[in-house]
């Protein structure tokens, strides 16, 4: 595993660097619907206002999620709301696994599972949610992020290797070599950041499509603003801008 990037080198007032916009597509890689619309969303916003093309993965329907659903009721619930947010924010190819929500395991099949969908979709950066066992701010990590995040990892060099699972060319995926880097959102020390100042709206938007999810949290729980205002505001002070998405990036 290579160190985060370095590169660009971070300015004098040691405000987090910007992530380079050198790529053309990406892959958002994550457990569960929701995950994506804490923070990461709103740098999907900036990316689709740019034309660059983003497709979602998640391993699981979350249908564990709601404690008072069912989980055969709540998987298409969730599933739902999942693709209304992605649409928010202009992303229309939304992938689900059949990963079983709340003990999602590291391992072969989790990589190869990933790696079919980046065969298929191609990017050059895919994105997901921390490994860390802590988020930015200190909140203790779940067990399916760090499994998915970890997989992730390692699926973006497997599709470049056409004889690790070779089923996958049965079905015509020829091996795609062309993943650069993994971007973590939300991580305990952040490398790069991105400006989504503008996008704050749509991915607040994003996030209240989550509407069961959310209304089962209770009505203590924050709103979609106050949550996101603090989230994105928080990496918009390590960035020295408004409002940012933080990120850990790895060069591959």
């Known amino acids: 595993m290579t160190e985060p990037s370095q590169a660009p080198t971070a300015p004098t007032d040691a405000h987090l660097p910007t992530l380079a916009e050198d790529f053309a597509r990406v892959l958002v890689v994550v457990a569960h619907p929701d995950d994506i619309e804490y923070g990461a969303a709103a740098a999907v916003a900036r990316w689709r206002a740019a034309d660059i093309e983003v497709s979602y993965l998640l391993a699981t ?5 709601i404690d008072t659903m ?3 009721e709540a998987a298409p619930v969730r599933a739902q709301e999942e693709r209304d947010g992605a649409a928010e924010v202009g ?6 696994l059949d990963h079983r929500d709340g003990v999602v395991e590291y391992g072969l099949e989790l990589r190869r599972d990933i790696a079919w969908v980046i065969r298929r ?3 050059d950066l895919v994105v997901s949610l921390t490994h860390r066992e802590r988020f930015a701010g200190g909140g203790t990590n779940q067990a399916d992020h760090i499994a998915v995040g970890r997989a992730a990892l390692d699926a973006c060099r497997d599709p470049g290797n056409r004889w690790l699972f070779p089923e996958l060319l049965a079905e015509e995926l020829e091996p795609w070599g062309g993943v ?3 971007a973590y959102a939300n991580p305990p020390q952040a490398t790069h950041a991105v400006d989504v100042t503008e996008h704050v ?4 938007a994003s996030l209240e499509c989550h509407a069961q999810y959310l209304q089962a949290l209770g009505p203590d729980y924050p709103s979609p603003r106050d949550l996101l205002e603090q989230i994105l505001g928080a990496g918009g002070r390590a ?7 933080t ?3 790895f060069e591959l």
Not at 240 to 245: C, E, I, R
């Open 61 to 65: 329907y979350g249908e564990a999620g």
């Open 70 to 72: 069912d989980p055969a």
């Open 91 to 96: 992303v229309e190819v939304v992938h689900f």
């Open 121 to 123: 979709e191609r990017p």
């Open 180 to 182: 650069r880097r993994i």
């Open 201 to 204: 709206a749509a991915a607040i």
């Open 239 to 245: 960035a020295g801008l408004p409002y940012a998405v």
């Open 247 to 249: 990120f850990e990036v």
